[in-house]
């Protein structure tokens, strides 16, 4: 499954880029015709807020309802069957790239408390940023679990 976020999603695109999902995030002022041309040459669940793009895009579309990214993100998990533990941590949630695993250059250039850990090392080749099993990735997939299973 992929996804195309309109403008307003930035927080919710990053939260599935960090599931693993490939996740267009359009740019502010791309046209909405641009959009659904998008997502249905790329096979793209489009995500909006806006109830007419929405509409135009059935039934391969999902209005985004709530506010903030966890409540975003389970009004996604209501409309799709999304597996919130599918790849963590294989995209960069800044611009959507792969990561490919770290060299050891750039492993050496990782804070000492991050090259102390285990791994996986993983960098982006697009923008190069670095990404390792730290404690944000721990809060992360806090973040997944309580999207899954919100009463539990
Ligand atoms: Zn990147």
Not at 50 to 74: C, W
Not at 97 to 117: C, E, F, G, H, Y
Request: hydrophobic share 40%.
């Amino acid at each position: 499954m992929r996804f195309l976020c309109d403008e307003m999603l930035v927080r919710l695109a990053r939260l599935l880029r960090a599931a693993g999902y490939d996740t267009y995030l359009a740019a502010g002022g791309e046209k909405d015709a641009a959009l659904l041309h998008l997502a249905r040459e790329e096979g793209r669940q489009l995500l909006t807020r806006d109830r007419r793009l929405a509409e135009a895009a059935q039934p391969d579309s999902v209005r985004i309802t709530g506010f903030g990214p966890e409540q975003e993100a389970r009004r996604l998990s209501e409309a799709v069957l999304i597996d919130w533990d599918f790849a963590p941590f294989t995209r960069c949630v800044m611009d959507n790239a792969p990561l490919r695993p770290a060299s050891l250059d750039q492993i050496d250039r990782m804070p000492p408390r991050a090259q102390a850990l285990a791994g996986p090392f993983r960098a982006c080749p697009a923008c190069g940023r670095l990404y390792w099993p730290g404690s944000h990735a721990r809060r992360m997939a806090d973040r997944f679990r309580g999207i899954a299973r919100p009463y539990s």
